[in-house]
């Protein structure tokens, strides 16, 4: 029998009922209720540190800010070991991992089976979204890792308030993680949306153990959303102040590791004079019609959990400033003062480090001394910049919907689509290199619809009917482009400098949002000319930019029958329009070429 160190702060049997079959099943040797407070938060860290999962940072260096070091073998997600469990495989659909569930949870209940003995079962209620929008969700996460548990108090409301949102309602998703013994070839992530329950087994990493982030606030809310005519998109939410004082709002998808939370901090440039930017989220977007016919998005998250490597005061300074304190640092290096380090930051190397293994580094290494994927998590308000409309419980009208890949060639630093559809097309056959924010190989081209591919918990092709269908929704819809910022020169190196001078892409795109801003027509999109763009004081040079804006129409030849073949591997669910949309850009494409000799 386990011991409740805490009483249930609850009488909702549902949860009650449900704490005491897990708890059955998985044998904790204590149960603690997580209230949110702050006695109780000093506890868990407490906790934490005993346990030797995390460390203390200089007090005076880096205040109220922890160290943490995972597994080697437990550094980023395991996208060949998540599952989306559907009652058939048709509706997980050919890019997720499906089985049958009933098979799927006896397996898991033998993982489960005493797995937490010795340990304790933290109960961690939490909210998605602000308490009182309509936006909001709750859930329930039991977990035996109190890294864990003092990660999601950051990243959501979490505690009491979460309970109190519930009442004495069944709608809370079941969250169920344990690290049992960090085996990857018994890891699991598994979702099944029939159920509103998650099981994750195997391993402590963020994108696979803080069940409230990718599991439910992308792939089961992208399933209930489908079905409730909204969307859970894995995008940024930025606010943009023009010197004349107008406010609009973007969001933008971009794939992990790809500069999503860069783009959400981006501080202008000086010829950027009196432009403001201020973030709302830096990962996820709920994004709903509004009752004025626009599309409405909000952040359901409460913090920041972003790639640590190459943020520094060049790249991000505003990172740097809300992680000044605050703040869990996972895998990155150690300095001998007992501050962190990592690849990338302002200055050189200091002499000696201790990696993210542990081991003694110094600057003749040859292997990094923070691991690629190394973390930060650290609160929402901690940001200097963060927008005062994060808390709207109805969220913020959406200008424009931006979507970018990592991609090397072919795609031009922006491209507006003709429209809704054609918009669909450009970011549901999108392709971006791997990052090393999941296991496998780095640098690999794949086609990842709308940057959300590891985190659609549906058919794909049936989420491209869904984002058509919601054109049709919105009266005032936002306009959609994609970008890339990674385009390579003959010489291998980046032609556009990126960071705050993506700002000049911004101004471009709100532009065309207003029908002001000029552009040229090309068989794939519209395409800003160099002289379209506010380019002055740009650290670039001119033949840069122009190849950085080229439509290479052979490219575009090739892109598209890779495009064609991903509608043929996403199968018969793939609107007609979409199919349609691909033989009208050939065509133009095919034109273009005939024309040119
Ligand atoms: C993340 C990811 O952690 O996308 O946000 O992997
Ligand atoms: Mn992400």
Not at 102 to 107: H, Q
């Amino acid at each position: 029998m386990s011991t409740t160190l805490t009483a249930p702060p609850t009488t909702n049997t549902h949860v009650t009922g449900w704490v005491d079959e897990m708890a059955r099943m998985c044998k904790p040797d204590r149960i603690y209720w997580c209230d949110g407070s702050e006695t109780e938060r000093e506890r868990l860290l407490a906790e934490a540190i005993d346990a030797g999962v995390l460390m203390k940072l200089d007090e005076r260096k880096r205040p109220n800010s922890y160290y943490s070091r995972s597994n080697p073998n437990d550094v980023a997600r395991t996208e060949e070991l998540t599952f989306v469990c559907t009652p058939t495989r048709e509706e997980a659909g050919p890019t997720n991992n499906w089985m049958e569930p009933g098979e799927m949870y006896a397996k898991l209940r033998g993982l489960f089976d005493g797995s937490m003995r010795g340990r304790t079962m933290y109960v961690v209620p939490y909210i998605m979204g602000v308490p009182n929008s309509p936006f909001s969700k709750v859930g329930i996460e039991l977990t035996d890792s109190v890294y864990v548990a003092v990660n999601i108090r950051i990243m959501a409301r979490m505690g009491n308030i979460a309970l109190q949102r519930l009442g004495m309602a069944d709608a809370f998703n079941r969250g169920l993680h344990s690290v049992a013994d960090c085996d990857p070839s018994r890891r699991f992530i598994v979702h099944f949306p029939q159920d509103n329950t998650i099981w994750s087994v195997g391993s402590g990493y963020g994108g696979n153990a803080l069940l409230n982030k990718k599991c439910l606030a992308l792939r089961m809310a992208s399933y209930y959303a489908r079905r409730e005519g909204w969307l859970a998109e894995h995008m940024l939410l930025l606010e943009a102040t023009s010197p004349q004082g107008e406010v609009r709002y973007i969001a933008a998808g971009f794939p992990s590791a790809c500069g999503k939370t860069n783009l959400a901090m981006l501080v202008p440039p000086p010829a950027f004079d009196g432009w403001r930017i201020r973030t709302l989220g830096d990962d996820i977007a709920w994004m709903r019609v509004g009752t004025d016919g626009r599309l409405y998005a909000a952040n359901p998250e409460n913090g920041f959990f972003g790639v640590a490597p190459g943020t520094s005061m060049a790249t991000n300074l505003t990172a740097m400033k809300m992680l000044t304190r605050d703040a869990i640092f996972t895998n990155v290096a150690l300095t001998p003062d007992g501050d962190v380090w990592w690849e990338g930051m302002d200055g050189p190397a200091p002499d000696r480090l201790t990696d993210w293994q542990g081991e003694p580094w110094t600057r003749d290494s040859k292997t990094p001394a923070a691991h690629p994927n190394s973390r930060f998590t650290v609160p929402l308000a901690n940001n200097p910049m963060v927008s005062p409309n994060v808390n709207d419980p109805r969220g913020v009208p959406i200008s424009a919907l931006i979507f970018g890949g990592r991609r090397s060639n072919t795609v031009p630093l922006a491209l507006e689509s003709f429209n809704w559809t054609h918009g669909v097309y450009l970011a549901g056959t999108m392709g971006s290199e791997t990052t090393a924010a999941k296991t496998g190989a780095v640098g690999v081209l794949r086609r990842d619809p709308m940057a959300n591919i590891p985190f659609i918990g549906y058919d794909a092709g049936e989420y491209l009917a869904h984002w058509l269908e919601m054109g049709a929704r919105i009266p005032r819809p936002p306009k959609i482009f994609l970008v890339n910022w990674f385009r390579k020169g003959e010489d291998g190196r980046f032609l556009w400098p990126g960071f705050g001078e993506n700002m000049r892409v911004l101004e471009w795109i709100l532009e065309r949002c207003d029908g002001h801003a000029a552009a040229r027509e090309t068989p794939v999109g519209l395409v800003p000319r160099a002289t379209d763009l506010e380019l002055r004081e740009l650290p670039a040079k001119p033949a840069a930019v122009d190849a950085a804006l080229r439509v290479d129409l052979d490219e575009w030849h090739d892109e598209l029958t890779l495009q064609d073949q991903w509608l043929d591997f996403l199968g018969p669910t793939v609107p007609r329009a979409l199919r349609l949309q691909h033989d009208l850009m050939q065509e133009a494409l095919e034109t273009a070429r005939k024309a040119r000799v």
